[in-house]
């Protein structure tokens, strides 16, 4: 009874936040009245704002003949509207509608495209322009959508007759008011964030008063200074999402430069914060760390976005805010999560990684978490945000945070890891790292969980230390045989093997090879699950070092590039 009052006393704010947005939400739709929504629709476009994503003109062919290969999924409409379809997953929906796709037919460039350009866009405003429901209508979704008939206008109207285009614009029109009645009531995240660039680059693309453009203006400059931290990460502390936002940021700005507008004072200066996250978190072959919701990305779709960035200044060494560090020598890159889960709703896509790595050496990545599925996956997902798909330490099969199912508040994280202490240890020599631990399984086991990495000078060593400690606040909730797993995540591309000391040896396709070594525990090779691939999830392996607590509560381990490896390293 008091662990249900305790649950009830700590989500009661959440319940109450969560309540009010849905009254605010219904009262700004309106019950049965879509006129809410109607009103003077303008008479023209005024610009189309540039499309940075890749494209690909294959899916523009595939288009034409009926089939949508959309978010890791097909659908084959066999001669009917793809609106009249229930697509084969919410991701492939909610692409579908979002028309992100017809950056594809502008890549064609050819009369089909343009043909289906038009007969698409008019298919979904006479089957979904008035719903005002379903996925097609979810705020986040109509923002993208906006974005997209904005920028591809082009392809959409070239050729066409004055009909469809009032038809078009006054479509536009509807769905930018009806962006703006339901702004103010959705949740803090990316996805208001998204809304309030489609609502700020509308005012651009459509003739606006200039009252109307400060004031949008004004409400993103709102959400980049309560959503965008000082080091550029995003407060989801996923690390793609300044990707996703810089692809509509960036088009923005330049918009706003265009027509001889001033940008609103906080986005240039975010811009720049943001590609400084980025290159925190990238590796050297090109791709995001795997945290707290990212997933694969081609390396080119970064690159679309980091050609913009005139900085080029070297990856810092921490991100203080969204509390990660960093530690890089001689194209050695580790990337740890050293901070605590994002509160309340903002945690319905994190993961339970704390105090999790990732490490790449060269043009490849050897130790990984598991990372988000490409495209959604309900199970899938929920499994890559357990404990155990990171490269770190779990006590007894138990993730250091736990989702919260409620259908109410959505998949939050709760019972995680709420204070995080770190100490950064660099030398003069050279050498980098740092010490970190974690309250996550305080109040569960009484235990806290600390890590310490190090890297040589040369980036050829790495040092671990995992150390379980009493909690001073909590009573012990462990017997004698409670055990721990410390897992290290390999990437599906690198090779395992056992050298003659019977060492785990990592090797890439281009023979550069890594040592595992743990002087403490005989290391195991198992199998294992890499959720992060554009081609789906696919088998992988894992070394794994399995104790019990109260027969060994701290374990040493290193990782050694081979050609140095003299001898086996103390941590």
Known sequence: MAAVLLQFRQFLPLYI???????????????????????????????????????????AHEIHHGRFPLAGRVLDTEGESAFLHEGPSIGFDEVLHSFRWLRHLRAANDANAYADAKALTEEWISLWGRRFSGVGWEP???????????????????????????????????????????????????????VRIALAMATLALP??????????????????????????????????AMTLLADLLPLRQTYLNLGYTPPKGLVSSIDRMFQALRF??????????????????????LSVLRYDESNGPALKNAPQMNYQRLSCN??????????????????????????????????RFIVNSGKPAFHHGEY??????????????????????????????????N???????????????????????DGYASRFGLIHERTLHLSANGSVITGRDRIAKSANHVLGIDGNTPATIRFHIHPKIAVSNDKNNDIVLTATDGQSWTFYSPDLMAQVEEDVFFADL?????????????????????????????????????
């Open 140 to 194: 986040s979704v109509t923002a993208q959508r906006v974005i997209a008939w904005l920028s591809h206008s082009p392809i959409i109207l070239k050729n066409q007759d004055r009909g469809f285009y009032r038809r078009f614009i006054k479509s536009l029109a509807l769905q930018i008011r009806y962006l703006r009645k339901v702004a103010p009531a959705m949740r803090n995240g990316e996805k208001r964030f998204q």
């Open 331 to 364: 194209n050695t890159i580790i990337i740890a999560d050293t901070g605590p889960m994002p509160p309340g709703e903002l945690s319905a896509t994190a993961h339970a990684g704390c105090l999790s790595f990732e490490m790449s050496s060269g043009q490849h």
């Open 17 to 59: 936040r969560e309540s009010w947005r849905r009254v605010s939400r219904q009262i700004a739709v309106g019950r049965a009245s879509p006129w809410r929504f109607f009103g003077r629709s303008p008479d023209r476009l005024v610009v189309a704002p540039t499309d940075l994503r890749i494209a690909d003109s294959y899916i």
């Open 416 to 438: 995680g890891p709420s204070k995080v202490d770190l100490e950064r240890r660099d030398d003069d020599a050279g050498k980098q790292g740092f010490v970190a631990r974690h």
């Open 281 to 302: 978190f990238r590796h050297v072959d090109g791709t995001l760390a795997l945290f707290n919701g990212c997933t694969a990305q081609p390396a080119d779709r970064l």
């Open 208 to 241: 606006a008063n200039p009252a109307a453009i400060k004031a949008a203006a004004r409400n993103l400059d709102n959400e980049i200074e309560r959503q965008i931290l000082p080091d550029g990460g995003h407060i989801s502390r996923n690390p793609q999402v």
């Open 535 to 571: 081609a789906g999830p696919r088998r992988s392996l894992q070394i794994t070092l399995d104790f019990i607590i109260s027969q060994k509560s701290e374990i040493s381990w290193s990782l050694v590039r081979s050609a140095t490896k003299a001898k086996k390293p103390q941590a």
């Open 381 to 414: 997902n929920r499994l890559a945000r357990a404990t155990a798909a990171h490269t770190t330490l779990t006590i007894n099969d138990t993730s250091s945070a736990t989702i919260f199912k409620s259908s109410f508040l959505g998949p939050i994280l709760t």
